[in-house]
């Protein structure tokens, strides 16, 4: 049941998920899979704790905390990207009950203990860490579902909006927006790939926290 269920949600997206398409795709009765499953909110969580088995940890771990923490978010990122509708399956407020889920916790967790910081902080960079990873994962399904729902790609939506792009750029009111698309004028243009932008974000934020899990006067890649 729940390797049907992510097939769908892999193809269709989650919210094309239900618990009758999941019967129709294993040839069952509309109502079979309630014998082992109570609804599609509980189907949802057997699914999320099943793609987060493909999390992938070496058996000795980096003695770095950067390290630790680049693997352990560059595997979730790899997860969202062959599932893209785990971004979607729940908001930071509410926190998900997933053993796997509290596995990933425990790895970021375990880079940053022995540094002095307080609780509170620890679960605080855990859940920024993992917000970024969600929050960039997030377009992956909604580009999907709007080349599906538009019937174009990117670059053909792109082509479409010129028009508008052109009269704003050259209306005079964001000179910096214009000077900074115009570079591309000339050349293939600037195209927005989502992988090199996690990597940036992900750099950034690590050479940002040095200071506050080192101690101040650290620089970004150095670590104690």
């Known amino acids: ?42 189907l949802v969580l057997l699914m999320a704790d099943a793609v987060l088995a493909e999390l992938a ?8 905390w950067r390290q630790r923490l680049e693997l352990g978010a560059r595997a979730l990122w790899a997860v969202h990207r062959r599932h893209p509708w785990l971004a979607h399956i729940g908001p930071l407020t509410r926190p998900l009950a997933v053993p796997r889920l509290i ?8 880079a940053l203990d022995g540094h002095g910081l307080a609780p509170a902080t620890m679960l605080d960079l855990n859940v920024l860490l ?10 992956l399904e909604r580009e999907a579902q709007a080349a599906s729902e538009s019937g174009l790609s990117g670059e053909e939506w ?7 792009y052109d009269a704003l750029t050259s209306s005079g009111r964001y000179p910096v927006f ?10 293939d243009g600037y195209d927005l790939r989502l ?9 950034s934020m690590l050479d940002g926290l040095t200071a ?6 650290a620089g970004p890649g150095r670590e104690a």
Request: aromatic share 8%; proline share 4%; no cysteine.
């Open 1 to 42: 049941i729940v390797r049907a269920a992510v097939a769908i949600a892999d193809a269709e997206g989650l919210a094309s998920l239900s618990m009758r398409g999941v019967a129709g795709r294993l040839g069952v009765a509309a109502m079979s899979p309630y014998r082992y499953v109570t609804g599609k909110d509980d």
């Open 57 to 64: 940890y070496p058996d000795d771990a980096p003695a770095g």
């Open 103 to 110: 596995g990933y916790s425990e790895w970021m967790l375990g």
């Open 130 to 139: 993992y917000s970024y990873v969600q929050g960039t994962a997030v377009h």
């Open 158 to 164: 792109l082509d479409s909006q010129a028009a508008a």
């Open 178 to 187: 214009a000077r900074v698309t115009g570079a591309f004028a000339e050349g």
């Open 195 to 203: 992988d090199e932008v996690f990597e940036l974000g992900l750099t």
């Open 212 to 217: 506050l899990v080192e101690g101040p006067g």
